[in-house]
């Protein structure tokens, strides 16, 4: 076998699993961190449940969970979905988080000012509390966007060939462990080091700018 | 316009609001004072709901704000607010704060919006600031943009909430000059404010309150030169010496 296209395989299934789940975990991570910032007394304490669980158990479990358990009620999935639906629930308990702390990092007024000139809420969040809420965003979102793409290691445990199942498969056929394990790490790397560095400039650049304010 | 009965409001265990009675007409300016913590800003904030009343009724052009199901968002849209920190949008340009309600409550066009607001920047002599930022602005010209972003929805009612108490004093003028316009003009208004000199010229009544309650209301030359309670004998001798 080919290792170098093997490889190259492996690169891309890390990809699209991290890049389906970034782009879904996003999407649920911001819906859920309206919600959360609203401080509902019924909808907060679910959330803020379902974030703490996240947080409080390993990835692995929650694959294992996802992909094992899920069966046992009838829900069946393959080891792609499987993977793409537990890094996407675990990705917006993150995002949810950094999403509400930037929304309640908008000063009070500028939710009276704008609900005050008749907008919706819906309207007040797009217009106004979000763009906003961007800047204190974007440096955590983008760092947690490195960490879920580290994370979709893991989900090589239930058999899918991505980087780090390409590493394993890899080294049992050839003796050479360390050049392939080292290349493993630098495919990863260099997914990770453009985001790494966007993130530094982003913290960057906004704090500059808020201190000019 | 404006008709609290019998309102009362608790922070907690903070009695702010203390059976309220007060009627505002249509075209009538109202100066509300007192001293810090009396309630003033609560008052006017009840008016458009950003506070939410616990006992008693209170309409607001014909809408019964002690009602829980009625529409917010369009009794919102009839009455402008101007706060004492102005609130602009620091992301969006003076031209984009005054237009963003009209586009998205009004569904006016752009172009309209544009020449509404062009028309209301005028009224407070900013027209040349269009494309600024908020944060190039000086804050007289900030609350006066402020101001703009109100009158763009062509509210029945002004709300200000002590709209110069953070303007250095070189700036509190102007700010004035445009709430004195807009008073002869017709406009209703409730003001939080101190300045004496505002209220004599154009304030049809001057309330005053303490402690949740009102306590006096007159004319304004009336309160200010003959008050007829100690609080607000002494009150007004505290703003004098400033
Ligand atoms: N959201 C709130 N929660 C609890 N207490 C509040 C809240 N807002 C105001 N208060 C209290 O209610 C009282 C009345 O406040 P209010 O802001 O209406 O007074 P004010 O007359 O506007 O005073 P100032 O001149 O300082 O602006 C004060 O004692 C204040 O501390
Ligand atoms: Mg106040």
Redesign the pocket.
């Known amino acids: 076998m080919q290792i170098f296209p093997f490889f190259l395989k492996g690169l891309w299934m890390t990809v699209l699993i991290s890049g389906a789940s970034l782009i879904l975990g996003t999407l649920l991570g911001f819906l859920l961190g309206m919600l959360r910032s609203r401080k509902n007394r019924l909808v907060n304490p679910l959330i803020g449940f379902f974030v703490d669980v996240m947080r409080g158990t390993p990835f692995i479990v929650q694959v294992f969970i996802v992909f094992f358990i899920f069966p046992e009620f009838g829900i069946q999935l393959e080891a792609f979905t499987a993977a793409v639906l537990a890094m996407t629930i675990m990705g917006s308990a993150f995002i949810c988080e950094i999403v509400t702390a930037g929304i309640l990092a908008v000063p009070k007024g500028q939710w009276e000012a704008s609900s005050s000139s008749g907008l919706n809420i819906l309207q007040q969040l797009r217009f106004v509390i979000l763009p906003q809420a961007m800047k204190t965003i974007l440096p955590p979102l983008v760092g947690q966007y490195v960490l879920l793409i580290k994370d979709s290691s893991v989900v090589s445990a239930i058999g899918v060939v991505e980087l780090t199942r390409v590493g394993w498969l890899t080294v049992v056929r050839i003796p050479e462990g360390l050049m392939v394990f080292s290349l493993v790490g630098a495919l990863y790397f260099a997914i990770s080091y453009p985001l790494i560095r966007i993130s530094n400039s982003l913290e960057r650049k906004l704090t500059v700018n808020r201190v000019s304010l | 316009m404006i008709k609290f009965k019998n309102v009362n409001k608790w922070?907690?265990s903070?009695h702010?609001l203390n059976d309220i009675n007060l009627q505002v007409s249509a075209g009538e300016v109202v100066v509300v004072c007192?001293?810090?913590?009396?309630?003033?800003?609560?008052?006017i904030?009840c008016i458009n709901r950003l506070e939410r009343i616990q006992k008693g009724e209170l309409f607001v052009d014909g809408m019964p704000l002690h009602d829980s199901t009625i529409n917010l968002t369009k009794l919102r849209a009839e009455i402008g607010f101007v706060f004492q920190q102005f609130h602009l949008y620091p992301h969006l340009s003076v031209l984009e704060n005054v237009t963003l309600a009209p586009i998205h409550v009004r569904k006016m066009k752009k172009k309209e919006a544009e020449a509404l607001a062009m028309e209301k920047l005028e009224r407070v002599g900013l027209a040349d600031k269009a494309t600024a930022h908020p944060e190039q602005l000086s804050g007289g010209q900030q609350q006066r943009v402020a101001i703009a972003r109100g009158l763009a929805m062509s509210p029945k009612i002004l709300l200000f909430?002590?709209p110069t108490s953070a303007l250095d004093p070189e700036m509190i003028g102007e700010v004035l000059a445009v709430m004195v316009k807009l008073a002869q003009e017709g406009m209703t208004m409730c003001v939080?404010t101190h300045e004496m000199g505002f209220a004599r010229q154009v304030a049809h009544r001057v309330i005053f309150?303490d402690e949740?309650k009102i306590i006096e209301t007159g004319k304004p030359d009336q309160f200010f030169d003959n008050p007829q309670s100690d609080r607000a004998a002494m009150f007004i001798s505290k703003i004098l010496k400033h």
């Open positions: 922070f907690g903070l702010v007192g001293p810090s913590g009396s309630g003033k800003s609560t008052l904030r909430d002590e939080v309150m949740g």
